[in-house]
C-alpha cells in the first residue's frame, strides 16, 4: 500500500466544519428543520462531523450513487443505486458531498433532487477542485478549495481505499 502525505490535517478539518456548522445554523430561521442528505459514500464522514457541530433542529437521510464513468472522464450521468427514505417535499434540504470535481455528479444531482420541490436546497462539500470544473453549478458550502490533485482520506477513496483517514491526503509515487 503507498504511504500518505497529509495536505489537510484532521485538526484543520475538525476547526473548519465547526465554523461551516455555525455558518449553516444562521443561514436559517431557528425554529426550522433543516434536511441534510448526504452522498454515499464519500460524504459520510463529513455528514457525521457535521450533524454533530449542529443543533437538535437537524434530520438526515443517505442517497449512493455512482457516476457512468466513460474512460476516466466523468460522463455526468448518474445512476441513483440507493434513493432517499424521506420525502424532500417542503422542507429544507441541504447537499452533503464529499469533494466537487468536474461538477458534473453535482449537477445531475440537484436537478433530481429539487424535482421533488423541498423548501429550499443548498449544498455543501467538504473539497472542491475548480480549476476541473465542467459546468457551472452551485456551492453554497465549501470546507476547502484546493488545486487539481487527487486526494484521498476522510471519506474519499482510491480504489475503495483510504477512506477512513481523517486526514485529507496525497498518494505518493
Ligand atoms: P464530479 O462529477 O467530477 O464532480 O465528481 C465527483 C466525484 O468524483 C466525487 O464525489 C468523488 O467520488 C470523485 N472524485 C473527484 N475527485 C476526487 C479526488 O481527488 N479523490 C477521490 N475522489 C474524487
Ligand atoms: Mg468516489
Known sequence: MATTTVLISEADIQHRIKTLAAEIEKDY???????????????????????????????????????????????GQVRVLKDLDSNLEGRHIIVVEDIVDTGLTLHYLQDLLKARRPKSMKTACLLSKPARRKVDVQVDYIGFTIEDRFVVGYGLDYAEKYRNLPYIAVLDQ
Do not use: Q
Open 29 to 75: 430561521p431557528a425554529s426550522e428543520e433543516i434536511h441534510l442528505v448526504a452522498v454515499l459514500k464519500g460524504g459520510f464522514m463529513f455528514m457525521a462531523d457535521l450533524v454533530r457541530a449542529m443543533s437538535d433542529r437537524v434530520t438526515m437521510d443517505f442517497m449512493a450513487v455512482s457516476s457512468y464513468a466513460k474512460g476516466t472522464t466523468s460522463s
